[in-house]
Nanobody, 123 residues
């Protein structure tokens, strides 16, 4: 079994930057696809970014502002968020899938999820 633990969420001002990380533990973590999703109060969970092999994917709302990366040696994935906006406020979840995920924005295709980390952007 694989456990994912997010960290780094906090309160930040509009226009600021923040990096959230996801550490994997358990059996050897060789998930093909890894992603970040978020859920704001009263809203459905939405796709933020994903990394699949050497390719990265982003939601239109964060493209150009967020960057997803991975550190294979440390078994972590990181989401660097710049130019943050109040609408980025949400609980951020990392997710991983053992198999190739064709549509990376489809959360149902991921096998493992973290518990989430709160990111709050003040206006």
């Amino acid at each position: 079994q694989v456990q994912l633990v997010e960290s780094g969420g906090r309160l930040v001002q509009t226009g600021g930057s923040l990096s959230v990380s996801c550490a994997a533990s358990g059996r050897t973590f060789s998930a093909n696809t890894k992603g970040w999703f978020r859920q704001a109060p009263g809203k459905e969970r939405e796709f933020v970014a994903a990394i699949r092999g050497s390719s990265t994917y982003y939601a239109d709302s964060v493209k150009g502002r967020f960057t997803i990366s991975r550190d294979v040696a440390k078994n972590t994935i990181t989401l660097q968020m710049n130019s943050l906006k109040p609408e980025d406020t949400a609980v951020y979840y990392c997710a991983a899938a053992d198999q190739y995920v064709l549509i990376v924005a489809n959360g149902a295709r991921y096998d493992y999820w973290g518990q989430g980390t709160q990111v709050t952007v003040s206006s």
